[in-house]
């Protein structure tokens, strides 16, 4: 007799997240060098940018990922101790998640998934994908935040795969990704794992045609940001009088995404009651992309409490998931 399929959801978002919206972007604007936080571009245009992005020849680092996951997935779950939960930070329709959910109940040992993403209609609707593609599955999904809401992660579900795909960890500097990883550190007991996925370093024209295509989607998707500017906070950036850059920093081996005014200008940000200025050639950095090697993914780890116990790769190379625990466990 199949076991009972069941759906539970909590929602957790941000009461009030278009405060949070005035305050990242007024910070930025007001820094040196002006920055403004990716997550600004994923409205629903941008979203949809995005998934034309990762369709891209030029960008590989999607379907690299997804090949791993399809070709070694049951050996990820081998080597992770045939966890009966799955948590997937950022797990939106949970696409690629599917090689691991199948891999776990191939050898028997899948019971919970837990989604966590900031889109409860996505959230919901793979929900009952995933009930239907796999009987029995019980899922505890979280609509949250969840760099400010981690410790929502439930602890009961031991022993755990917490996955963290796409390379996002790479969107965080230094200081950000170390602290973000200790507080997995902090959630995590000895029988659970964390898959993270990491772009690995690679020669410069390659990474940067990655985020600059000659077709120029990566170029909107960027810009973007200023249109989701415009409508949420009254400004009136013209994206025509700014320029997509995309160079890779070798010295911080990581990809510095950048909107260059192309001309002297000043934007007025109504609901902010702020003026900005622009100088020409002035850059604003819009996101960055930290590029790894093992070695340096280890020294990472250790500094957040942590220790890697499993590498994968695919067959270029281009791209790694790799396995941590808890030190010894």
Known sequence: MESETTIEIEVHLDA????TMRSDVRRGLLAAPKELSPKYFYDERG?????????????????TEREILA????????AAGCPATLVELGSGSAAKTRHLLSAMEAVGCLRTYVPVD???????STAACLVEEYPGLAIQGLVCDFERDLERIPADLEPRLIAFLGGTVGNLYPDQRRDFLARLAALMESGDR????TDLVKERDRLELAYDDPAG????FNKNVLTVLNRELGANFDPDLFAHVARYDSGEARMDIRLRSLAEQTVSLDVLDLEVEFAAGEEMRTEISAKFTRDRLEAVYAEAGLELRGWFTDAAGDYALSLVSLPGS
């Open 118 to 124: 900031i889109s409860e209609e996505i959230t919901h």
């Open 217 to 220: 989607v990566t170029a909107e």
């Open 194 to 197: 964390l898959l993270l996925g």
């Open 47 to 63: 979203s949809q940018l995005f998934e034309q992005i990762t369709e891209l020849e030029e960008y590989y680092p999607t379907r």
């Open 71 to 78: 070709e070694r997935s049951r050996e990820i779950v081998a």
């Open 16 to 19: 009030d997240a278009a405060a």
